[in-house]
């Protein structure tokens, strides 16, 4: 019978089916961050359990860390220090190789796990964080998971799972210019919902994101979490496979070749039915910008915030203190952040910074970016980027997921209105009472210059 | 852990689409390497005036008299959303709060409610609403029925996968159930070691 990426991925897992729809799925790599791994590992100690396999599993301090330049294990989260230590201690006492907070590898966990080559195609990925899915764009099978599943996982290599539904979505043609996969995976949701792919696994396929580069692909993959989805996967290609080549702890030698005829094999065959399919023009994409408290919440960046439908709407609309039928262009905004697992990559401050070259952000607003991981961060200073961001009144800081939310206590304050690079837009996500804007790194950028919710095209500069 | 059966008492209405674990509980509140002491985060954007002065905010549900001794959720779709934080799940225990109906549920936070005994009970988004005009009335569920009786008098049925229904039941912890296919891990261990050598660090 033919089957689907993800029918290929799961049977392959599959140590036994437990006769009441689940199954038993091996897992192949466990990756623990410092807010909810550290409770994890010490329940598992606490409970006289053991890792198993350590030297498969692997931790980082990325959620709570400082991001200030000159850091240590204090944050401004008063008590994020305990979360630091215990995450340290876990490590130290299951024998977990741990990206501390000053080691050059150190990073968002879902930027250092592709750059250090320990997602790969084919293998089943696990990770107390929700944003995981970023990883099935290597045709892994990597999901978000809660602190027990976490326990477990560490204890037996298993979890047990029932297999969701296969959707594929399929997106084909070209990108107008500065239309990235930020715009993409933002027209997606507000098509099809936050719940729109609940109980899927989603394949994404089509011309557009072949054409993508890995970044762009974990881009896309990342917020299909903000589907509702059980996780995201592309087909690993040409483009995978010189991504990973000589990464740290990809396969070298006889065993990357066995392993390049081994992922040759995993996509979907070609009449392998899916449960559901949508098909997506890229080339009627633009740019788009969220304007409520849900990723759905989201338009173009040219366009009006919508009439209220519902009371959901009208509740974004108080908190976002924003009235109907506004033009996206006449918001002001107070501030600014580019980073984060879904575009804390080279490339994502590789299109901020071209917009950014020779210009400067709106007085008064205060503007960040943090890299994704220290080698982003060395990578982007090697070609000068840091400087394009300070002279345009970027403050430029050291990597974790930092504003992403208010895990460390990092905020831009009470009321103020951002827009951001990042994944969610929930109320106080980014700190009490802050507001929200998600979309590219590259809009984000015209933003900052312009001062108003600006697309890139849109940007009307003196150069 | 605790098993699940017959849950009674007050249901609290919080008709609300795609209530995300960050309203659930806020990251300032999880504040220790605990699974405990997270209570008085529980929906402290909506549940304070103020987050630091912990001014309550009266019209927020559980603030009101009639349903501050809430055992039952009543709500919308997508329910715990978002992030992965177990927290949302410690923390609606911790409260007090034992079952959350609505419609569907985010995944992640219904693996983390299986795993912790908080019972989610789906049903068509029709018969929830038809319960939140209820919800002053004391509610009686039973799990191994699937049935939430209202105040003594009418009952509607609810779905759950028949093995969180079991594991729920029996208070099962599912780490020792997994153990229980220890041999076969490791067959399969041994075999994906020889198929997939690249794998072994």
């Known amino acids: 019978m033919p089957k689907t990426l993800f029918d290929k991925l799961w049977d392959a897992h599959v140590v036994g089916d437990l006769g009441d729809g689940n199954a038993l799925l091996y897992i192949d790599r466990i990756f623990l961050h410092e807010r909810t791994g550290s409770v994890a590992l010490k329940s598992l100690e606490e409970g006289g359990r053991k890792v198993r396999f350590p030297a498969h599993v692997f931790g980082v301090m990325d959620h709570i860390v400082d991001t200030q330049i000159g850091r240590t294990d204090t944050t401004q989260m008063p008590s994020g220090k305990q979360f630091i230590s215990a995450m340290r201690s876990g490590c130290n006492w299951a024998g977990i190789r741990l990206f501390d907070i000053n080691d ?244 994502d401050l590789r299109a901020a910074a071209a917009i950014l070259k020779n210009n400067h952000i709106k007085e008064n607003i205060t503007a960040i970016c943090v890299p994704g991981s220290m080698a982003v961060k060395m990578a982007a200073e090697a070609e000068g980027l840091d400087k394009i961001f300070t002279e345009a009144g970027f403050e430029w800081r050291l990597p974790g997921c930092s504003m992403c939310f208010y895990a460390g206590g990092e905020s831009f304050g009470p009321n103020a209105r951002v827009i951001s690079t990042t994944n969610r837009n929930f109320e106080n996500r980014q700190g009490p009472g802050t507001r929200t804007h998600i979309a590219s790194p590259a809009t984000v950028a015209a933003s900052a210059i312009n001062g108003k919710i600006c697309g890139p095209n849109e940007l009307e500069t003196g150069r | 852990m605790k098993s699940v059966n017959v849950i009674r008492g007050v249901a609290a209405p919080m008709f609300e689409a795609n209530v995300d674990t960050d309203v659930i509980i806020p990251s300032r509140e999880m504040k220790q390497v605990s699974k405990t002491g997270l209570s008085k985060g529980l929906f402290a954007g909506r549940r304070y005036m103020n987050f630091e002065t912990r001014e309550i905010n009266p019209s927020f549900v559980l603030n009101q008299p009639e349903f501050s001794s809430a055992v039952i959720l009543l709500t919308d779709q997508n329910f715990g959303c978002g992030s992965s934080r177990e927290h949302a799940v410690w923390a609606l225990l911790e409260y007090g709060i034992q079952a959350i109906i609505a419609p569907s549920f985010g995944s992640i936070f219904y693996k983390n409610c299986i795993n912790n005994g908080l019972l989610p009970a789906t049903m068509d988004r029709s018969t929830v609403m038809n319960l939140v005009k209820q919800s002053g009335s004391e509610f009686a569920i039973s799990l191994s029925n699937q049935t939430i009786t209202v105040a003594g008098q009418f009952s509607v049925t609810f779905d759950i996968n028949e093995s969180d229904k079991k594991l729920l039941m029996a208070g099962l912890d599912p780490i020792d159930q997994a153990l229980t296919y220890s041999k076969e891990i490791e067959a399969f261990e041994t075999a994906r070691q020889t198929s997939h050598p690249w794998l072994v660090l």
């Open chain 1, 104 to 347: 050059p590898d150190q990073g968002i966990v879902h930027v250092i796990s592709p750059e250090k080559g320990i997602v790969l195609p084919g293998l089943s990925l696990v990770c107390p964080d929700s944003h995981t899915c970023s990883q099935g764009a290597f045709g892994a099978l990597a999901w978000g998971i809660g602190s027990s599943e976490a326990e477990h996982a560490l204890a037996t290599n298993t979890l047990r799972a029932a297999k969701p539904k296969a959707l594929r979505i399929t997106i084909n043609g070209d990108t107008d210019n500065n239309v990235t996969a930020k715009d993409i995976i933002l027209a997606v949701i507000a098509k099809i919902g936050t719940n729109g792919a609940a109980g899927y696994a989603i394949e994404f396929t089509g011309s557009a994101v072949d054409a993508m580069d890995m970044e762009a692909r974990m881009t896309l993959c990342n917020m299909a979490v903000e589907l509702s989805a059980f996780t995201a996967i592309i087909a690993p290609d040409a483009t995978t496979v010189s991504y990973l080549k000589n990464k740290e702890y990809a396969p070298k030698g006889a065993m990357w070749e066995q392993a390049k005829a081994d992922w040759k094999t995993l996509k979907s065959d070609p009449s392998a039915l899916f449960s559901q399919t949508i098909e997506i023009n890229a080339s009627d994409i633009k740019t788009m910008v969220s304007w409520g408290t849900s990723p759905e919440q989201s338009v173009t960046a040219t366009s009006r915030v919508p009439t209220p439908q519902s009371k959901d709407d009208e509740q974004a609309l108080i908190y976002m203190d924003l009235v109907p039928e506004i033009r996206l262009s006449d918001i002001k905004i107070d501030a600014a952040f580019i980073g984060s697992c879904t575009n804390g990559r080279l490339s």
